[in-house]
């Protein structure tokens, strides 16, 4: 069963933009973190953006400068806006929802941290 969409994937020479985007639902979902993950053949998944319940966002040392995520909570949709592509951020990536905190009261940023999983969209960036 699909609980999260995502679209806007696809192939982009270097140095471009794609947005990506996640359809989230239902109302649960906003209560909790959310966030990007991306996950490269032969490679673990990582945290690319995690943005909590009041839109602050942690992202992966690699992307800041390049990426930006935000929500649509009219539309319900999580965006992942993805400036300055490098080969390097070709990877499958995935929304993800139902996140939960740390002992300091942090969004996780680890994959067994969130409940529930988009299908995925792959991007590829060519040099």
């Known amino acids: 069963e699909v609980q999260l969409v995502e679209s806007g994937g696809g192939s982009v020479q270097a140095g471009g933009s794609l947005r990506l985007s996640c359809s989230a639902p239902?109302?649960?979902?906003?209560?909790?973190?959310m966030g990007w993950f991306r996950q490269a053949p032969g490679k673990e998944r990582e945290g690319v953006a995690i943005?909590?319940?009041?839109?602050?966002?942690t992202y992966k040392d690699s992307v800041k400068g390049r990426f930006t995520a935000s929500k649509d909570r009219e539309k319900k949709i999580l965006y992942l806006h993805m400036n300055s592509l490098k080969p390097e951020d070709s990877a499958m990536y995935y929304c993800?929802?139902?996140?939960?905190?740390?002992?300091?009261?942090?969004?996780?940023?680890?994959?067994?941290?969130?409940?529930?999983w988009g299908r995925g969209t792959q991007v590829t960036i060519s040099s």
């Open positions: 993800a929802a139902v996140g939960r905190r740390g002992a300091r009261g942090q969004c996780v940023d680890a994959p067994v941290g969130f409940g529930v």
């Open positions: 239902a109302y649960n979902y906003w209560r909790y973190c």
């Open positions: 943005v909590d319940t009041d839109d602050i966002t």
